[in-house]
């Protein structure tokens, strides 16, 4: 079974805190992360991908990627009320052409 | 900027009628596929589509099915809607970077 795990929360934060996200995949041949955001009652978007081992930034947000141990996390910076969303972490197993795999999201809350 | 679009915003159907499901890309994708979303239970894949006249079964197919006849546009359909078809179904097409670009999704209800 492809699984891929994530605390379901809320997490919540303060403002202009760091916000911590993490994910857990089974597939310990999977190649390609994703991390997409959405708000209530919108559809999904993606804010970040990574492919390789360590850290990936892009603005407010870090990717963070350990295929030894199986797990993506996502860092949000200076965190603000408009970051309160579900956040789906994605994962392409294996490095066929399979479909993307979600994981159930996990809700986060900024507080003002 | 890819744009997805899906035949409804919001559908009432009663129990029994055959319901179509719409979702139409304009970015040439040649992967397309079909989630209900749920509370709880997240993004659960129904079928997607690699290509045209092509289909393969996601992880819940059952009481569904799906035509691709055209790359822009990829069907679901419900044989014989039921109660627990109620739901959010969102469309999907994908990039060749597997990036997933979403519809903004239809709320089915069936009475």
């Known amino acids: 079974q492809k699984e891929v795990e994530q605390n379901s929360g809320p997490l919540s934060v303060p403002e202009g805190a760091i916000a911590s996200l993490n994910c857990t995949y089974s597939?310990?041949?999977?190649?390609?992360f994703f991390w997409y955001r959405q708000y209530s009652g919108k559809s999904p978007e993606l804010i970040m991908f990574?492919?390789?081992?360590g850290d990936k930034e892009d603005g407010r947000f870090t990717a963070q990627l350990n295929k030894a141990s199986q797990y993506v996390s996502l860092l949000i910076r200076d965190s603000q009320p408009s970051d309160s969303a579900t956040y789906l972490c994605?994962?392409?197993?294996?490095?066929?052409?399979?479909?993307?795999?979600f994981g159930k999201g996990t809700r986060l809350s900024v507080i003002a | 900027d890819v744009k997805v679009t899906q035949s409804s915003r919001y559908l009432v159907k009663r129990t029994g009628e055959k319901v179509f499901l719409e979702c139409v890309q304009d970015?040439?994708?040649?992967?397309m596929f079909w989630y209900r979303q749920d509370p709880g239970l997240g993004l659960r894949l129904i079928y997607f589509?690699?290509?045209?006249?092509?289909?393969e079964k996601g992880d819940i197919p059952e009481g569904y099915s799906v035509s691709r006849e055209k790359k822009e546009r990829f069907s679901l359909i419900l044989e014989s809607a039921s109660t627990n078809q109620t739901s959010m179904y969102l469309c999907?097409?994908?990039?060749?970077?597997?990036?997933?670009?979403f519809g903004p999704g239809t709320r089915l209800t069936v009475l």
């Open positions: 970015m040439d994708h040649e992967n």
């Open positions: 589509s690699y290509d045209v006249k092509m289909k």
């Open positions: 990574i492919y390789s081992n």
């Open positions: 994605a994962v392409i197993m294996n490095s066929g052409n399979t479909p993307l795999v």
């Open positions: 597939d310990r041949g999977s190649q390609s």
């Open positions: 999907a097409s994908e990039d060749n970077d597997n990036e997933q670009f």
